[in-house]
């Protein structure tokens, strides 16, 4: 069985369904389940930056498990608002660090953003 992943996420159904639009197909083995008229989707919250769950049509039933890198989703958001209001005072330059501090994470340029303001 292929689950596909298409980027169109405004149509219904494989009417328009167009292969050029998709961003990911995963092959899988099917697992026996009760029967479904409808699809079913059911996706449950594990730990941060994880989700799993799964996904039933007729009798058969697929596992879904789906990772996220928080850090690097917040990293991204953080240097896109440095780029905007929250670069224009120590304030926002100050708060990215904190946050890298807080989580480990991109240690070296949260240096940098650190004395962006104080070695004036």
Not at 12 to 21: A, L, Q
Not at 35 to 49: A, H, K, L, P, Y
Not at 63 to 79: E, N
Request: aromatic residues 10%; charged residues 25%; contains cysteine.
């Amino acid at each position: 069985m292929t689950i596909i992943f298409s980027k169109n996420s405004t149509s219904w159904g494989s009417f328009s369904y167009d292969e050029k639009e998709d961003a990911l197909r995963v092959t899988t083995k099917p697992q026996a389940a009760e029967s479904f008229e409808v699809s079913d989707v059911r996706i449950r919250r594990r730990q941060t930056g994880f989700s799993g769950g799964h996904t039933a049509l007729g009798k058969a039933r697929v596992p879904i498990h789906i990772g996220v890198d928080v850090k690097a989703v917040v990293l991204r958001s953080i240097k896109h608002e440095l780029r905007s209001v929250g670069g224009f005072t120590w304030a926002g330059f100050d708060e990215a660090a904190q946050w890298c501090l807080d989580n480990n994470y991109n240690l070296e340029e949260a240096l940098k953003w650190e004395e962006t303001f104080h070695s004036e």
